[in-house]
């Protein structure tokens, strides 16, 4: 898709689709019966007096994603005048703009549109930041999961091209610039994240996702090493290899690195992501029904590659090296089985409950090698429990932090970004389910708290170094489309990663 900047008055801009935002100015609440005080966000007199007659008619109420859209508009050179609701005025942010862009790209391409212009409304949202939203929305709609639908006509249409109507605050050309460029290169990295997340598991073997890391890091200018079981074992990754053991499929061990000059050496980010291409829950196997979402397992991963796509094309002066631990989880003759006994390559000792618990197996080994190399703060993204989704739902995705003040940061960025995600908590109490009779810990205690249990775990191979684990089990993966979004892959925690890794700039 391409993207352009115009600074021109709306009335004026010859397109096949002008968007504009309107806000509900009401203050009270809806349930009060009131009704909606409908604005226009734009001050061109010429668009507000096309708008007039449909609100004045009722017709438009400002509501979150409601669409009008009028035809031949007059007074604008646009062939078309979409208004696109974006509710109160009093809680629009940058956050709410940013679906509204995806939800004019969704309802447009439907429409057989191929390009329209989106208006920054003239909001408290300063411009470089509403366009910013403005670009990642877009593209962000604009991602069509159904690849392999062979009917031409049943293949979602795409937009090619959005321009972007800035306003009057907008003199700083080349902020507005730079704006635009750091939101394409963020929301394309969380399309390439999907695309990877979106592939099912014979698509999307380990060895294929490692090939994949490999081909974007030569594009993008990072040092991408991939490695195999031979690599695994002599490592002594023995929680890692005990889940990859049970597969005919190799498992892989891809290292990303950006080592940019002038950055700090005090501070070393470890990315480190699951990546189960496809996760049947081995020998504890998993129930047939939905079993085939489990080809999303590596979402993890894929997150922190498309993470480290975005880090090489904005170039933060901040050391980041990212560990993905791919593998499939599959029953066999080989496969570890309930009770077996794994080492970890800290040398821990894992009794193997469960053998559907292996997301935290083999990040335990991923975190700890992301320690070897040297990382002073750690951050691990994992489609990693149900229970997550049982105490979030699809909502919010999970937050574990070992440390407050690297919490705050990422709390910080998080908020920019506008993913949710929700902290959970670490207290040492729940420390006593790990108890094992043979081993140093269990991979798997009871039904109640399973996340945290979960997080637990992954905090005895994070030891003393700062980090965060962000459980995306119910998140990942849109169970139904939205307005801004289709069915499918997410891209969840992949802008906040980015921003987040902004911050540690020096
Ligand atoms: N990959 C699953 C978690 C998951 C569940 C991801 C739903 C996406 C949607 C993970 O490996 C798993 O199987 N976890 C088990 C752990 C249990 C056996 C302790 C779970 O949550 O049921
Ligand atoms: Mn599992
Ligand atoms: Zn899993």
Known sequence: MNTNLSSSVPSQLETDCLVVVVLDRNEKDRNEKDKPVVTVESSDAAVREAAKDVISSGEVTGKTFETTLLH??????????????????????????????????????????????????????????????????????????????????????KIDAITIVVHGDAHDAKALESAMQAGRIVAESQNFTRDLVNEPSNRMTPTMMAERAKKMAAEVGLNCETYGADKIKQLKMGAFWGVAQGSDEPPALIVLRYDPVGAADKVHLGLVGKAVTFDTGGISIKPADGMEKMKYDMAGGATMIGAMRAIALLKPKVKVTAIICATENMPSGKAQKPGDVQIAMSGKSIEIINTDAEGRLVLADGLCYARQLGCTHLVDAATLTGAVVVALGYVNAGIFASDDQMYERFAIANKQTGEKMWRLPLDDEYKENLKSNIADMVNAGSRWGGAIFAAMFLKEFAEDTPWIHLDIAGTAWMEEAKPWIAKGPSGIALRSLVEFVKGWES
Do not use: C, H, M, W
């Open 72 to 157: 031949r508009p007059t007074g604008l050179k646009a062939k078309r005048l979409l208004l696109l609701g974006g509710g109160k005025a009093k809680t629009f942010s940058a956050a709410e703009l940013r679906k509204l862009a995806g939800a004019a790209v969704r309802t447009l391409k439907s429409k057989s549109i191929r390009s329209f212009a989106f208006v920054v409304p003239e909001t408290a949202i300063p411009s470089s930041q509403g366009l910013r939203a403005i670009v990642e929305g877009a593209f962000v709609g604009n991602f069509d999961p159904g690849y392999y639908k062979s009917d031409r006509n049943d293949k979602d249409q």
